[in-house]
């Protein structure tokens, strides 16, 4: 069983479409998490959720708006999609908020804005 | 606002030989992480550096963390082609009135050439 598990894989869509990205956690793990990666690889953080409740949410257009219904879930959905939201997009889930806690990644999300 | 550096970004080495990526970042912390990433594929977890002097061995890869030099390396002994792919420190941050969060450095490409 896939413990962080994300749909689609692979997403391409015109933009100005809105669209969702799916995230389920098999794990019992508190918080969750959306990273982004661009294309030249690098990893950033947008939103972290504990507990359904959001405690991070960082520099991220208001298009992208999380949902977390319960705490194995945290959806992401984007409003008006542009060429530069092009990029894979992580979910991920760790035990809890604090030191020494691994973080566990999905398999990714590719979207690709055309 | 923390940085996170890694060098080099880019290395190429033959199988057998020795090597050490470097992880510098800007600000206290003594959390810090190391992931590896193949093309295409999640992050996978290697190391949880949680303390000054913190040294944690697994098979050919050896990774310690110094916070008073803001520096953690990732050591290769003798590569093999299997340790081909990128790999990520990213250390963890409490900014000022914020959340506690994973910032990540670019990623080290790895080759191990036969």
């Known amino acids: 069983d896939t413990a962080v598990s994300q749909t689609p894989k692979y997403l391409v869509t015109q933009m100005g479409n809105d669209k969702s990205i799916k995230c389920e956690q098999n794990l019992g793990h508190d918080t969750m998490y959306w990273y982004k990666q661009d294309s030249k690889k690098f990893l950033k953080i947008m939103f972290s959720?504990?507990?359904?409740?959001?405690?991070i949410n960082e520099t991220v257009p208001n298009r992208f708006s999380p949902k977390s219904p319960d705490k194995a879930h945290l959806n992401l959905h984007i409003n008006s999609l542009e060429l530069g939201d092009s990029a894979v997009y992580f979910c991920?889930?760790?035990?809890?908020?604090?030191?020494?806690?691994?973080?566990?990644f999905g398999e990714g999300s590719w979207l690709t804005v055309v | 606002e923390l940085k996170v550096e890694q060098n080099p970004l880019f290395l190429s080495m033959q199988e057998g030989k020795n090597y050490t990526i470097y992880c510098n970042y800007s600000?206290?912390?003594?959390?810090l992480y190391w992931y590896r990433q193949d093309p295409g594929k999640s992050l996978e977890s290697l190391f949880v550096l949680l303390s000054n002097g913190a040294v944690k061995q697994e098979g050919r890869l050896m990774a310690s963390l110094d916070t008073k030099a803001r520096l953690s390396t990732l050591h290769i002994t003798a590569a093999v082609h299997d340790l081909s792919a990128t790999y990520f420190c990213?250390?963890?941050?409490?900014?000022?009135?914020?959340?506690?969060?994973?910032?990540f450095g670019k990623g080290t490409k790895l080759t191990v050439n036969p």
């Open positions: 959720y504990n507990n359904k409740e959001l405690i």
């Open positions: 990213a250390v963890d941050y409490s900014p000022q009135g914020g959340s506690e969060k994973l910032v």
């Open positions: 600000t206290t912390s003594d959390r």
């Open positions: 991920a889930s760790s035990r809890f908020v604090g030191p020494g806690n691994t973080i566990y």
